[in-house]
């Protein structure tokens, strides 16, 4: 490559579970306008790309340990050649293709050419995966193709929409080859899962969540890097959901593929997995909440199983959290409407001070509720209720059952009551 002598180039790769470009090597041109990559390790395959000090240049797939590119500045894709891997070589040819219908469909000026130019690249690419399979390169590509499902029908019933969307999700990441660990080396991942894992939260149960993605990982190999990212994303994305009784999803996923994969993690990882499990379990959606035994106003004892009520509101606070502040003052506001639908307020301060709780009680206006104190400290609230982070609320039925974990609007509590 055409390029001053000792001019510093870089070979990077895109690492999905870090989320981060990774510098492989470093080199600087030699004699004969060589820039040599050496090492006593195997470069991880995948895809990778070469940047100097001022752009990133070409992209290239890395699917064995030695080879030669050979290219010009003035066009680095159009020039390339590359000798000593016959799956490189193949996969240059078909960039060099696919850049030129690029250009041209740039350039074309109606529809129907467009048109015509996009089914000539899909032609190419189908072409190219079915001619080499097996293959990173085309594994690479298959992926980017989106699975074709039937469309659902018009005025479709609600099993049939449902069995619809079940199909979908079951099936849309077909094209994705879970047991190539290449994958992880190119930067289609994330895209994809983090558009399929919202769409998935927002349209499906979470006992649903939990077997797509059993089924996703079904199809990984054991100690498999794509099966760490795969754990990762969902666990990421679902540890602390936006969407009511997501929360399962991560507590399911840790025990499975984490906590009992000790060998796929380091202790550490394990370990804080099985604290955040046990933390979050009591409070799940349909469990019972565990009980408290803690003191109201007039030093007498005041459990939360014995507040009979269709349904309890636990709200655990601070009392000089701003936002437990402004929660209190809304909630006190709507409690009218609320203890229509038989709900009575199990108001429980977690700091114990006296003086400062009782001034809350005053300055808020929260004598209509059962307003109790941690006065003896005999409460883990954190790793019993989740309340690292307050107000922590919880709306539970006759049995003490909860309903929601999650502080939601006040009218949302009250449409679940009615329903």
Known sequence: MQAPKDSVYYLYHWYQSEKLYLIKDTAKVEAENKIVFTGQKNLPEGMYFLVNRKARL?????????FKITTDTSDYVGTMTIEGNTEASTYANFTKENIRLQRAFQK?????????????????????????????????????????????????????????????????????????????RTTLLDNIFDDYLKNIAFS?????????ADNLLARTKPNSEIRKYIVIKFG?????????????????????????EP????????????????????????????????TDPLGNWATLWGLKSKYTMVVIYDYGCGHCQEFTKKLVDYYPKLEQQGMKVYMCCKVPDRENW??????????????VMDS????????????????????????????????????????????
């Open 236 to 260: 990421n994305k679902f540890i602390a959901p936006d969407v009511l009784g997501c929360d399962k999803v991560y507590t399911e996923i840790a025990k499975k593929y984490i906590i009992d």
């Open 358 to 371: 009782l001034k809350f009680i005053k300055t808020y206006k929260t004598e209509a509720f059962t307003n």
């Open 376 to 419: 003896h400290k005999i409460v883990d609230f954190d790793n019993t209720y989740n309340a690292s982070l307050v107000p922590k609320v919880f709306l539970l039925d006759e049995q003490k059952k909860v309903l929601s974990n999650l502080r939601l609007e006040l009218p949302d509590f009250e449409r679940m009551m009615k329903k």
């Open 204 to 212: 499906n149960s979470p006992d649903e969540i939990i077997a797509l």
């Open 58 to 66: 070409f992209d290239f797939p890395v699917v064995g340990q030695n």
């Open 108 to 184: 074309a000026s109606n529809e129907t050419d467009k048109k015509t130019i996009y089914q000539q690249y899909q032609s190419l690419t189908k072409s190219y995966i079915s001619s080499n399979p097996n293959t990173f390169t085309a594994n690479f590509l298959k992926a980017n193709i989106p699975v074709e499902t039937e469309a659902i029908k018009p005025n479709a019933s609600r099993q049939d929409t449902l069995a619809y969307i079940k199909n979908y999700y079951t099936h849309t990441l077909d094209n994705i080859d879970l047991s190539d660990d290449r994958l992880i």
């Open 263 to 294: 060998d796929s993690y380091d202790a550490s990882t394990i370990q804080r997995n099985i604290e955040y499990v046990n933390r979050i379990e009591p409070s799940l959606i349909g469990k019972t909440l565990p009980d408290m035994c803690l």
